[in-house]
């Protein structure tokens, strides 16, 4: 079945440090990838999209996320955390032939200060 | 634009009643979804309609069905109420460049509680 593997559910790092969210899916063929922001008690909100092209694409917030198809693979980085970066990230992936989204569990991101 | 919005942002139900829950999104797409979020679980497709007058089944249909009602609008009704169905459901639609799959806009959600 095709699935999405967030294997991080919490992650905390301090005001100021990098961050790196793993994203993993099954499947073969190159799907359409996102990741989304959630803030408590809020909808989603897009961060950034893979389609094609450039493996490495740069999104809002100062957020990007790379593309290796060897590992199929989309992690989200951000150089320099801050506080406001503090929700629950989710990736999501339109697999080939498809058109809704599927989501991964998510990873609740926890920033001190 | 609004984008997508849902009502109600809030419902308390009890065991057995029906409710219906509302959606509209002012940007001309054509696919519309509904998909709901449970703890530790991300969001999962309950229905989706590719284009007015279409619907399809999702990931847990269960218990659920939905109208598309016209192009805008997209509502998803419980005829009786679970406590399984507790839950965050959120609306999207689908933005489509030359025919491609592009992104999907989520509405706020509505938080339901069924006692």
């Known amino acids: 079945a095709q699935s999405v593997t967030q294997p991080d559910i919490h992650i905390t790092v301090s005001e100021g440090a990098s961050l790196e969210l793993r994203c993993n899916y099954s499947y073969g063929a190159t799907p359409y990838l996102f990741w989304y922001v959630q803030s408590p008690g809020q909808g989603l909100q897009l961060l950034l999209k893979?389609?094609?092209?450039?493996?490495l694409v740069q999104g809002i917030k100062g957020f990007e996320a790379e593309f290796k198809r060897s590992q199929s693979s989309f992690n989200l980085r951000k150089p320099s955390v801050h506080w406001s970066d503090a929700a629950e990230y989710f990736c999501?992936?339109?697999?080939?032939?498809?058109?809704?989204?599927?989501f991964g569990s998510g990873t609740r991101l926890q920033v001190q200060p | 634009n609004a984008g997508v919005t849902q009502t109600p942002k809030f419902q308390v139900l009890k065991t057995g009643q029906s409710m219906t829950l509302q959606c509209a999104q002012d940007?001309?797409?054509?696919?519309m979804y509904w998909y709901r979020q449970d703890p530790g679980m991300g969001l999962r497709l309950i229905y989706y309609s590719a284009s007015e007058g279409t619907t399809d089944k999702g990931e847990v249909p269960n218990g659920y069905n939905v109208s598309r009602l016209n192009k805008r609008e997209f509502s998803l009704r419980l005829e009786s109420a679970a406590p399984s169905q507790t839950s965050v459901y959120f609306c999207?639609?689908?933005?489509?460049?030359?025919?491609?799959?592009?992104?999907?806009?989520f509405g706020p959600g509505t938080r339901l509680t069924v006692l």
């Open positions: 940007m001309n797409h054509n696919s």
């Open positions: 999207a639609s689908l933005q489509t460049r030359g025919g491609r799959t592009d992104t999907q806009y």
């Open positions: 999501a992936v339109v697999f080939t032939g498809r058109r809704a989204l599927t």
């Open positions: 893979y389609f094609s092209g450039d493996t």
